[in-house]
């Protein structure tokens, strides 16, 4: 409130954050704010950064033979030093493989291939159906055989669901159950959580990846991603020529309808 015999003056303030020599006055005797940092620097920065890692990564997953299908596009050394690391990854990936297949159990192995086996490392199970109409089952045993091959450092098995769990619910099939250290870890029932008959490796790479069997920085899951980017990269670019093109496609009852 303003003393006796004093007169208020109301400071005009149409925008605070502009940039005039009004509002300057006014930070300057701390009637308004000074004007917040504008984040277009810290973005640009982090946009530079960003180009330049990506930059510094640009051979991360590519295998011995991409690298030498690029003698002619990069620097030697630099080469030289990539087909070092896959070279070095590649024999410690060799000297753990010593799975590569799926290994079919019966219930008197379970203790032994399973959870004693587990001790040594993650070991992954597949309860499968019983019924040969189960889709979900037959599209997760070819996952698994895939998965077994790709990964030979790591255990994958396969048993009848009702062999397993007397009384198990095909309905619930398949089951992955993980075991570390003796327990089951994690379990997924049926692969509707997944990607339900369209599940595919990366989501076989990413229950990997949360139980801790693999990094992600291992180079086979970084191989799949970018094969996943570059094919969705593709998928855009045919759509934005057939919208460009203005192609419309009509099926045959379209074309009925206009005879």
Request: hydrophobic content about 30%; some cysteine; charged content about 35%.
């Amino acid at each position: 409130m303003a003393a006796p015999g004093e007169q208020r003056i109301a400071v005009p303030i149409d925008d605070p954050n502009a940039d005039t020599e009004w509002n300057d006055i006014l930070r300057k005797h701390g009637v308004i704010p000074e004007k917040p940092p504008s984040p277009t620097p810290l973005i640009e920065e982090a946009i530079l950064e960003g180009r330049r890692l990506a930059h510094e990564n640009r051979l991360e997953g590519k295998d011995l033979d991409e690298l030498d299908e690029l003698e002619d596009f990069e620097d030697d050394e630099f080469l030289d030093q990539y087909r070092q690391k896959r070279m070095a990854e590649l024999s410690s990936l060799q000297k753990k493989s010593i799975h590569g297949s799926v290994y079919p159990i019966s219930k008197p192995d379970y203790q032994r291939e399973v959870t004693e086996a587990s001790q040594k490392g993650p070991v992954l199970v597949n309860l499968t159906s019983g019924s040969g109409t189960n889709v979900e089952s037959r599209v997760l045993t070819e996952l698994w055989r895939q998965a077994a091959r790709e990964y030979g450092d790591i255990k994958f098995c396969e048993i009848r669901a009702s062999q397993a769990i007397e009384n198990y619910p095909d309905r619930n099939c398949p089951t992955i159950l993980v075991y570390s250290k003796g327990d089951i870890v994690k379990q997924v029932v049926t692969l509707m959580t997944l990607g339900g008959v369209r599940t595919s490796m990366r989501h076989i790479d990413n229950i990997l990846i949360e139980i801790g069997a693999i990094p992600e920085s291992d180079m086979r899951i970084i191989k799949r991603r970018q094969a996943a980017e570059d094919a969705e990269d593709e998928r855009r670019a045919a759509n934005g020529k057939s919208i460009k093109s203005g192609t419309v496609t009509r099926s045959n009852d379209d074309d009925e309808d206009w005879d």
